[in-house]
């Protein structure tokens, strides 16, 4: 029997052990805790209703009725920078996954050379001239490339989960800036109707103090008044500048664009989604979603790098035409053909295997522990989200009364003054107190439609 028979029978022998005890599937670690039954608080999703997904995922900004901010929402989706850069990463990762398969092919490739020379001193001056394909594979006995090429494949879905929590966030962004914008003119309007009624009443205090009826300390504290007011105002247009400028950078534009009208008509907020329980928001968070996946490829390459320590296998092949010449004369081309088996079993590294598996057990917790945050941190702004929401809506019924009861005084003050029962500088104070009114309540409802936003955004499974 010769050496290379007894080789090849060595070397199938080793590929039949390795075939029989091949390694177990690797299989992500799961979560140490279960997600509740229900929600701590009593908040208006609290009772369960069943599948309730499907209306949550859709354009929920639409139920606002603004047909303005759907077109917002619709031109940040497609030209949001932070978007583009999302979907270059979802390309990158689908080409790492092709990658990755294709190392479980045979590989093929054209070799050439020449050669003057030989390494015997019998022939200095020969040349040989050849040309040919070699080809090599590597047989994946133990699931390593296999398990290279899943991580890969997570990598990908968990860029497309990046990508669609990106969606989610840009579209809820687009939605509170198009709110507080649109309670800032409105607060303004407000402002600027609180600042001309004290202005008034400066007027009316100086008449009296002309006339000795009162004492320069009434215009001195409502010219103070009157400054508050003034940098108010300011303050409410310089937030409206801000908050415009990020808006026209979640819709990628280069100004912010002065047509807007952030119309009152038809705009009555975001209505919040049906019931879910806490299981069925983390199985539809994006966030979380992605997290799985990042845990799951972690796991797949831990299952990579314990491999290593198994043997490896690779089959050779190359065929190609030589031509001798020597002294002139060329021989007729001679086709080449080899192959061959080759074993490799690493014995010592120096323990860089070892220390490239437990880098990778390491890792692996990690993945598990930023899993586990993301579900703590999605059901924490669910249920936040839920409060705030109920808070606002309490908010805005109980300033909705304290308005009527201010309009209700601010008519009767009226008539009494055209009765000669009260003097104007009443009047106007009444005003006043009832403008205080409709800037809290518009406050109130800006923070309802936020909350609103909020919730959504929570619960959204997608855009």
Request: hydrophobic letters at 50%; proline letters at 4%; charged letters at 20%.
């Amino acid at each position: 029997m010769t050496c290379f028979s007894m080789a090849r029978r060595a070397l199938t022998a080793a590929a039949l052990v390795a075939l029989a005890g091949c390694a177990a599937p690797v299989v992500a670690p799961t979560a140490s805790w279960k997600a509740p039954a229900g929600w701590s608080a009593d908040v208006p999703l609290a009772a369960p209703t069943a599948h309730a997904a499907a209306p949550v995922s859709e354009a929920w900004w639409a139920s606002a009725g603004s047909a303005e901010l759907n077109a917002l929402v619709e031109v940040a989706l497609r030209s949001n920078r932070d978007l583009h850069i999302a979907a270059a990463r979802v390309l990158q990762a689908r080409a790492g996954v092709e990658a990755a398969d294709a190392q479980q092919l045979p590989q093929l490739g054209l070799a050439a050379g020449a050669q003057r020379g030989r390494d015997s001193s019998a022939n200095p001056r020969a040349s040989v001239v050849s040309v040919g394909l070699r080809a090599g594979w590597e047989p994946d006995l133990f699931g390593a490339q296999g398990l290279a090429s899943q991580a890969a494949t997570l990598d990908a879905q968990g860029a497309e989960l990046a990508q669609q929590a990106m969606r989610v966030a840009i579209a809820a962004d687009v939605s509170t800036a198009w709110f507080e914008i649109r309670t800032l003119r409105r607060r303004e309007a407000v402002a600027r109707d609180a600042l001309a009624t004290l202005e008034r009443q400066i007027e009316v205090a100086r008449r009296r103090f002309d006339a000795g009826q009162s004492s320069a300390l009434d215009v001195d504290r409502q010219l103070a008044e009157q400054g508050q007011e003034r940098a108010a105002l300011a303050q409410l247009q310089g937030a409206q500048r801000a908050r415009l400028r990020q808006l026209a950078v979640l819709t990628g534009a280069a100004q912010p664009d002065p047509t807007l009208a952030f119309a009152d008509a038809g705009a009555t907020g975001i209505a919040a989604p049906a019931g879910l329980l806490p299981a069925e928001l983390l199985e539809r968070r994006p966030d979380v979603r992605l997290q799985a996946r990042a845990l799951e490829a972690a796991a797949a390459r831990l299952g990579v790098a314990r491999r290593d320590l198994y043997p490896r296998i690779q089959l050779d092949w190359a065929g190609h035409k030589e031509r001798l010449s020597v002294g002139g004369s060329s021989a007729s081309p001679t086709l080449v053909v080899g192959y061959g088996v080759s074993l490799a079993l690493p014995i010592f590294d120096g323990g860089r295997i070892r220390a490239n598996i437990a880098v990778h057990e390491a890792r692996t917790q990690e993945a598990m522990a930023g899993y586990e945050k993301a579900m703590l941190v999605a059901l924490a702004d669910a249920e936040t989200a839920l409060v705030q929401l109920a808070a606002a809506e309490t908010t805005v019924a109980e300033l909705e009364q304290a308005l009527r009861a201010g309009a209700d005084a601010a008519s009767r003050s009226q008539r009494m003054f055209e009765a000669g029962l009260v003097d104007l500088n009443t009047v106007l104070d009444v005003r006043r107190s009832h403008l205080r009114a409709q800037d809290a309540l518009l406050q109130a409802r800006g923070a309802q439609w936020v909350a609103g936003v909020s919730v959504r955004r929570a619960f959204a499974g997608g855009v």
